[in-house]
Structures are given as structure tokens and as C-alpha cells.
Nanobody, 122 residues
């Protein structure tokens, strides 16, 4: 499975971005998908995850109520809508795929996209 993330950019604090991740080379609807982020000098951290069908979602506590994950299996795409962005959320954001359910750890994910940079200015 190949994953291609896009949608990052520079935004002011309080602004919004929508990230997209397109999958190819596999049966997208059989994978749970996740979004992770990694800031300079920090470990990669879980942001959000979504089940195969989209019926179940998970969020890291600090993004609950501001970020929304969704997927369109017909388009082989997972999205992350990010609202009310904060400067400390500046990071490279990665999408990832796994056959596990409720996966929050990076080691549980098999396939990774190349990452898209999100920069939030204060």
C-alpha cells in the first residue's frame, strides 16, 4: 500500500487546514487509518484514527473537539480536518495504515505516507 499525504501549509493560530491521504496498491477499505505528527526533536505521536468503515474514530485528548477524521472508501482517501490550530501543533503530519483495530501506537501501523508539513504561526 502506498500512501500520499497532502494539504499541509502555513496557517495562523486559530486557523484551519484539511489534510488528505490517498492510498493506492491495496484494498483501502480493509485498513484502519491513522494520523500521526512529529515535531522537531520530539517523538512521533498519535493524533487520530478511524476504523475500516469509518464507524469508529479515536482522537488524542488535546485535539478532541477541534480535529475531525473521516474517510471516503470510494476515493481511497482519509481526511483530517483541523480547526483552531495552535502553534505547538506545528509538525510533520503522517498518515498510516494498519489492519489492527483501535491502533494508537506507531509500531502497530504497517504502511506510512511521506508526511506533510503543517506550520502554525503565532
Amino acid at each position: 500500500v502506498q500512501l500520499q499525504a497532502s494539504g499541509g501549509g502555513l496557517v495562523q493560530a486559530g486557523g484551519s487546514l484539511r489534510l488528505s491521504c490517498v492510498a493506492s496498491g491495496g484494498t483501502f477499505s480493509t485498513y484502519s487509518m491513522g494520523w500521526f505528527r512529529q515535531a522537531p526533536g520530539k517523538e512521533r505521536e498519535f493524533v487520530s484514527g478511524i476504523s475500516y468503515s469509518g464507524g469508529s474514530t479515536m482522537y488524542e485528548d488535546s485535539v478532541k473537539g477541534r480535529f475531525t477524521i473521516s474517510r471516503d472508501n470510494a476515493k481511497n482517501t482519509v481526511y483530517l480536518q483541523m480547526n483552531s490550530l495552535k502553534p505547538e501543533e506545528t509538525a510533520v503530519y503522517y498518515c498510516a495504515a494498519t489492519r489492527r483495530l483501535d491502533a494508537r501506537w506507531s509500531r502497530e501501523y504497517t504502511y506510512w505516507g511521506q508526511g506533510t508539513q503543517v506550520t502554525v504561526s503565532s
